[in-house]
Structures are given as C-alpha cells and as structure tokens.
C-alpha cells in the first residue's frame, strides 16, 4: 500500500489518462504528487531525467506520458511513435530504478496484443503473432517497456507492474482533426457538423470493426489500486469487457451530440484491427470493476469537450 503521505510521481500529468490519475491520487488523500511539464522535465533527455530522479527521489511512479494518436497519425510518424515513446519510458523506468523507487507502474495500450489474437485477449496471448501493421511502432515500444519492467523484477527484484488499458475517452482528450483517436474524432466532427447544419458526416472504413471503450477516470481508479494490491510480471488488462461496432459508436455519438444528419463511410480508409476486446478477468478476480456505462461516458466527455475549447484548435 503506498502511503498517503508517500512522494509519488505522475509522468504526463497533463495527458488524459495523467490528469485523471492526479485527480484519483487527490480523491483519495495523495497530497505529495509530483509532476513536471514537457518545458521543465523533457522525459526523452536521459540526462535529464536521471538529475531529476536523483533530486526528487520519489518512492512510486505512474508512467503515464507518451506520444499517442489515431490511425493517421500513427502511420504518418511511425518512426517518431517508436523512437520517442521507447525512449522516455526506458529512461524513466531506468532512473527509477537507479534512485530505489518502491513501485512503479507502467501505462501501455491493448495495441500491444496480436492482430488476430483469440478474442477476447488474454495477458498471456502477447507475443504470440503477428501485431497490426497501422500502429506496430507504438506497440512495439510499449511492449519494451513492459518488458523491461518485468526484467528489472527478475532481475534485480523490484516491483514494477504494467496496465494494459483498452481504448480511453474522456476529459483532457485529444481532440485534433487528424491526430485524434476514433471517439474523441468523432465528438469532434459531430459538434462541428451540428453546428454549421451539415447534411452528412463522412467516416472512416465500413465502420464494421469492433472496439471496447473505458472512461479515462475508471482506468485511474484501476491504476491506483493495482498501486496499492497487485504485483507481478505479467500485466493486467483494463477495459470492460463489451464492444460496440464503429458504425455503432457513430450513432450513438451523432444521437448524445444532436446531429440528425446522415453517417457516410469510406471504406478505401482503413479500419485497423478488425476486433480488439479484452478479457478483464484478471482484475475482476483482484477485486476491480468499471463504473462508466459507454452512453454516460460519452455525454461527459461531450461536455468536457464544450467547455475547453483550447482543446479542439486545429
């Protein structure tokens, strides 16, 4: 159990899944948190990073900072998905370990499980084929860091776990036009087609893919506990056990926002992995369960979205 006056820190605080952690951390009577902009700490200097280890020397880490995006961005930068999400992680877990960091937990993504994996996925099915070709890069350097940690607890003894958490929305989302991932997107487009009365909405692929989704606050709560009553070397997936087609999510967001025009798809864009659902039995046995029905998180985020719209400048 950490203590409530333990020195965690968070890296990517201002992320999504960062900022809901500090505010899971304050819920619960956290007060020593940490936290450094990209301005005042760049995670990709190992320099860097090992003078601000060596000076903060904080007990528990949350790695939560990483270059993330949809499809498109994904292809576009796949050497910038792999060198700079490797990178970081490698040096924040490396100075971790360096300084006596008590527990650390790595955050990564279902995209590291295989293309065709037998569904739902199982921790045990990482490695086992082939992954997806539109994200490879960001899954394999996810896939290093949670390997690493696993070998730094074999090796060394320390007790550094990793969480695999589905697709995320929710408050402090990425909201870009073309950098965003598939919920966030289409909030996005929805508003801005309800708003300038547009007769219909494109979308991407034949929207027959289907894909789990879990509120960025949920996967906080899972974070801290897994903190406080889970070790081990294999990580633990986070989701909620159901999935909903693409072209389902789009009318199920088209209705929360008030568009009633009409839902086109291109099907020459690509649709990702055909399925990607989690077995999330492993954290139900630990004692963890969701909270956050779909429809209900949409409306959130929706009203999220509203009220910062800083975050959706193009």
Known sequence: MMEQDAKIYVAGHRGMVGSAIVRQLRRQGYT??????????????????????????????FLAAAKV????????ALADFMWINMTLEMNVIHAAWQNGCKKLEFLG???????????????????TSELEKTNEAYALAKISGLKYCEYLNRQYGTDYISVMPTNLYG??????????????????RFHEAKEQKLPFVTCWGDGLAMREFLYVDDLADLCVFLMNHYSGDETVNAGTG??????????????????????????SRPNGTPRKLLDTSKAARLGWTYQTELE?????????FLKKPVNTER
């Open 32 to 61: 020593r948190i940490v936290t450094r902009t990209h301005a005042e700490l760049d995670l990709c200097r190992q320099d860097a990073v090992e003078r601000f280890f060596a000076a903060e020397r904080p007990e528990y880490v």
């Open 109 to 127: 993504s279902s995209c590291i499980y295989p293309r065709l994996a037998p569904q739902p996925m199982k921790e045990s099915c990482l490695l």
């Open 69 to 76: 995006g949809g499809i498109a961005a994904n292809q576009q």
């Open 296 to 304: 209900d998180g949409i409306r959130m985020a929706y009203q999220d």
């Open 242 to 267: 159901k999935e909903i087609s693409i072209k389902e999510l789009a009318v199920l967001t088209a209705e929360t926002i008030g568009y009633k025009g009409e839902i086109r798809w291109d099907a």
């Open 171 to 188: 408050p402090n989302d990425n909201y870009h036009p073309e950098h965003s991932h598939v919920l966030p997107a289409f909030i996005r």
